[in-house]
């Protein structure tokens, strides 16, 4: 069984970039886990991801990458069939060039299957949708699924340091207006779903601060570190189910195939309207014939198609009219 916690608004990588992140444990076994960390009895997981909070919680987020399954049997298909991790280039972006024209061949191929049997997108319920009554019970034998905001306390005192003084840090730690740390040190979970999280300094950082007669309730006279508790409140879950729509994992792919292997193509050229002209071939210099790779404007205008050429006319048989009305192509 996963427990999860909802973080989300983090910054994450060397630039900070605003992410949410859900970490899912769950308790460690004999064997070594192939995914997550292993730290003290338990695997940590991070799910990192731009879905809103307010719409998707943290277990959707979970299952939906655990779906992912049907998507990589998809990837398996498309490493079979057009095996785009093979090497077919010296230069790596002649690499990438492949992976995007595979990528590109398959989608197409996909796209045209579905113009053969337009068939509506399948709908799968991930989630059911929520009850007013359920929404507003609250389990607490079981965390929520996600928090909203934080929210800091109130000023107990005028002119004395409140919880909104200590800013919250990217890093999970809070920001004292001395300039030093705070760090989360218990959580509690309230009768409503709140949770509150207790923060709290180093006494030997509290000791010689200035700002202590502001900042403490005693002042001098007290004996332990500043203290500041956050509240996280579980965010409202909405009443519409979570649904994923896609298509047909092999059907749509395979009645494109099918329709390729029963095609009849005729390709008829009308004769030439002139003489192709003379092309006078210059001598190559040494260093152009070195380079023995020719450059992108020299392989365009070698096979470019010279406007004198004769037309070239191709018949498919065997297309459905709806079909080839789609692509554009002219019908008999």
Partial sequence: MRTLYD?????????????????ATHPASTRKSRIGVEC???????????????????????????HRGAFENALADEDIEQDPDRWCSH????????????????NLRLELGHQLQPDPVRTTEFA???????????????????????????????????GRDFPLQSDGTLRCPAGQSLRPTEQRRE????LRVLYAARIRECRPCPLRAQCQWHGKDTKKPRRVSLLWHPSGIGSAP?????WSRRQHRRSC??????????VQVEPENSANPVVQLSPLSRASRAHYRLSWAERLARN?????????????????????????????
């Fill in 7 to 23: 973080c989300p608004d983090l910054a994450v990588g060397s630039i900070g970039h605003r992410c949410r992140v859900v970490v």
């Fill in 191 to 194: 009768r409503n779903g709140t």
């Fill in 304 to 332: 470019a198609r010279l406007p004198t050429a004769s037309q070239v006319m191709i018949r498919l048989f065997g297309v459905p009219e709806d079909f080839a009305t789609s692509l554009g192509l002219m019908t008999a």
């Fill in 40 to 66: 003290s009895g338990l695997v940590y997981e991070l799910f990192l991801t731009n879905l809103p909070q307010s719409a998707f919680t943290a277990a959707d987020v979970v299952a939906l990458y655990l």
């Fill in 257 to 266: 195939m099918q329709l390729l292997r029963q095609q009849q193509v005729e």
């Fill in 91 to 106: 230069a790596a972006w002649g690499q990438e060039c492949w992976q995007i024209v595979s990528q590109l061949a398959w």
């Fill in 128 to 162: 059911p949708a929520l009850s007013l009554a359920h929404d507003q019970a609250v389990d607490s034998t079981s965390p929520a699924s996600g928090y909203g905001s934080a929210e800091e306390a109130l000023p107990w005192k005028r002119g004395r340091l409140s």
């Fill in 242 to 246: 979570l649904l994923w729509r896609d």
